[in-house]
């Protein structure tokens, strides 16, 4: 089963950016829907952006015009990058994979996770 490592979080003033890479391994990665959660201090984990095989994206409505996902197949990578940054974003990021061709929101809809990249975003 696919293997999830992600790296790039750290802490960045309000406005900056952050690139999130999350490194797949043991799988074949073109074939996996990709996502990215975040879960805040004393919130449930929400979806924040998800590649399809085509490279297909879709946003939470909250990121949408600041952050981008894309995806490596050659690196077997997918990345999120995050601009204008601002302290609500403050969350540890995870990346998720799916076996499924269909567009998922749902943490259900992902079976395998990575362990988290703390992002943390000051006023």
């Known amino acids: 089963q696919v293997q999830l490592v992600e790296s790039g979080g750290g802490l960045v003033q309000a406005g900056g950016s952050l690139r999130l890479s999350c490194a797949a391994s043991r799988g074949t990665f073109s074939m996996y829907l990709m996502g990215w959660f975040r879960q805040a201090p004393g919130k449930e984990r929400e979806f924040v952006a998800a590649?399809?095989?085509?490279?297909?994206?879709y946003y939470t409505d909250s990121v949408k015009g600041r952050f981008t996902i894309s995806r490596d197949n050659a690196k077997d990578t997918v990345y999120l990058q995050m601009n204008t940054l601002k302290p609500e974003d403050t969350a540890v990021y995870y990346c998720?994979?799916?076996?499924?061709?269909?567009?998922?929101?749902?943490?259900?809809?992902?079976?395998?996770w990575g362990q988290g990249t703390q992002v943390t975003v000051s006023s």
């Open positions: 590649i399809g095989w085509y490279s297909n994206t």
């Open positions: 998720a994979a799916s076996r499924t061709m269909s567009m998922a929101t749902m943490m259900e809809n992902y079976p395998y």
